[in-house]
C-alpha cells in the first residue's frame, strides 16, 4: 500500500516571493508517479506537476518545479514567483496502475 | 472539449436512500476513477472502471458500487445512505491501460445526507 503524508496544513507566502510545500510517501513499489495537484474554491483538482519515479531529473512546468529525493521519499514542490491565482489548497499524490493515493493537502494563502 | 462532467453538482439525501452519481469522461478517455473527499481531506480512492469493468477497488464497502457504459460514462451508486457518506464525490478519467497517464477531474457532487 502507499502513503502520503503532507505536514503542513497551512501556508503562506508573500505575493511574488518563493515558497515551498513538503511530502513525503512510502511505497514498496519501484515503478510508480508522483503528482501535485492544486484544488481551488471551485473544487475541480488541477495537475501541477508530475514526477516519473525512474527519472532523476526533476520535474520542472514553468514557475513550479519539484526537489525528489528517492531515496529519502521526498517530493516538495516550490512555488517561485507567487501569484494571487497560486491560493488553493495543494495535494501531493502518488500513482500505481492509475490509483491515485492522496496527502491529506497544504493550504496555500497568497498575501497581496 | 467539456472535460470530464458530473452531475449533479449537489445533492441533498437523507439517511438509508440510495443515490447515483454520473460522470461524463473527457472526449477519448476510457477510464475512469471515483473518489471520495470528506471536508478537510485528501480524495479517498473509491474504485476504477476501464472497458465496462471494475477493475480496481480501494477500501470502501459493497453499499458502494458502480457501472461504466459502452461510452465510457460512468455511474456511482451508494446504498443505504449513512451520515458518514456526506462528502465531495469527484470523477476522474484516464485514457488506456495501467501506464499511469495524467488523471482529469471533474468539478465533483457534492454529496450531503440528512
Redesign the interface.
Given at each position: 500500500a502507499q502513503t502520503?503524508t503532507q505536514s503542513q496544513p497551512e501556508m503562506s507566502v508573500q505575493e511574488a516571493e518563493t515558497v515551498t510545500l513538503s511530502c513525503t510517501y512510502d511505497t514498496s513499489e519501484s515503478d510508480?508517479?508522483l503528482f501535485w495537484?492544486k484544488q481551488p474554491p471551485?473544487?475541480?483538482?488541477?495537475?501541477v506537476i508530475?514526477q516519473?519515479a525512474y527519472k532523476q531529473q526533476n520535474a520542472t512546468e514553468n514557475r513550479f518545479s519539484v526537489n525528489f529525493q528517492k531515496a529519502a521519499k521526498s517530493f516538495s514542490l516550490k512555488i517561485s514567483d507567487s501569484q494571487l491565482g497560486d491560493a488553493a489548497m495543494y495535494?501531493c499524490?502518488s500513482?500505481?496502475?492509475?490509483?491515485?493515493?492522496?496527502?491529506?493537502?497544504t493550504r496555500l494563502t497568497i498575501i497581496p | 472539449d467539456a472535460g470530464v462532467t458530473q452531475s449533479p453538482t449537489h445533492l441533498i439525501k437523507t439517511r438509508g436512500q440510495q443515490v447515483t452519481l454520473r460522470c461524463s469522461p473527457k472526449s477519448g478517455h476510457d477510464?475512469v476513477?471515483w473518489?471520495q473527499q470528506a471536508l478537510?481531506?485528501?480524495?479517498?480512492?473509491i474504485f476504477?472502471y476501464y472497458e465496462e469493468e471494475e477493475r480496481?477497488r480501494?477500501n470502501f464497502p459493497d453499499r458502494f458500487s458502480g457501472h461504466q457504459f459502452p461510452n465510457y460514462s460512468s455511474e456511482l451508486n451508494v446504498n443505504a445512505l449513512l451520515l458518514g457518506d456526506s462528502a465531495?464525490y469527484?470523477c476522474?478519467s484516464?485514457f488506456g491501460g495501467?501506464?499511469?497517464?495524467?488523471?482529469?477531474?471533474?468539478?465533483?457532487t457534492?454529496l450531503t445526507v440528512v
Open positions: 502520503v510508480y508517479y495537484y471551485s473544487r475541480q483538482m488541477i495537475l508530475r516519473e495535494f499524490a500513482s500505481r496502475n492509475e490509483k491515485l493515493t492522496f496527502g491529506t493537502g | 477510464t476513477s473518489y478537510g481531506q485528501g480524495p479517498q480512492f476504477q480496481q480501494g465531495l469527484l476522474a484516464s495501467l501506464g499511469n497517464t495524467e488523471a482529469f477531474f471533474g468539478q465533483g457534492r
